[in-house]
């Protein structure tokens, strides 16, 4: 079984950071790549950014050039820092693993931006 948990969303200002953190345990198999999306009311789950194993990443367009998506593969971490957070930007925000063994999800983490 493989355990992704997310961490660090909260509260951001507009024009702020913020930064999640995924955490994966368990009996974690070749991964091929992890990823983060996002869901806000009333939307359906949107890709917000991916990591493939060798490190090349992509973003959506709403967040090219502010987001940037990281791992550490020795901790089975990846990471997201979101810059210049704009109220758009709310949503939970959900961990992705893409493995030989299948795809795994986390629970997420609320992300909100609000003066």
């Known amino acids: 079984q493989v355990q992704l948990v997310e961490s660090g969303g909260g509260l951001g200002q507009p024009g702020g950071s913020l930064r999640v953190s995924c955490a994966a345990s368990?009996?974690?198999?070749?991964?091929?790549?992890m990823a983060w999306y996002r869901q806000a009311p009333g939307k359906q789950r949107e890709l917000v950014a991916a990591i493939t194993s060798g490190g090349s990443s992509d973003y959506a367009g709403s967040v090219k050039g502010r987001f940037t998506i990281s791992r550490d593969n020795a901790k089975n971490m990846v990471y997201l820092q979101m810059n210049n957070l704009k109220p758009d930007d709310t949503a939970v925000y959900y961990c992705?693993?893409?493995?030989?063994?299948?795809?795994?999800w986390g629970r997420g983490t609320q992300v909100t931006v609000s003066s």
């Open positions: 992705k693993m893409l493995s030989t063994s299948g795809n795994y």
């Open positions: 368990g009996r974690i198999p070749s991964i091929n790549a």
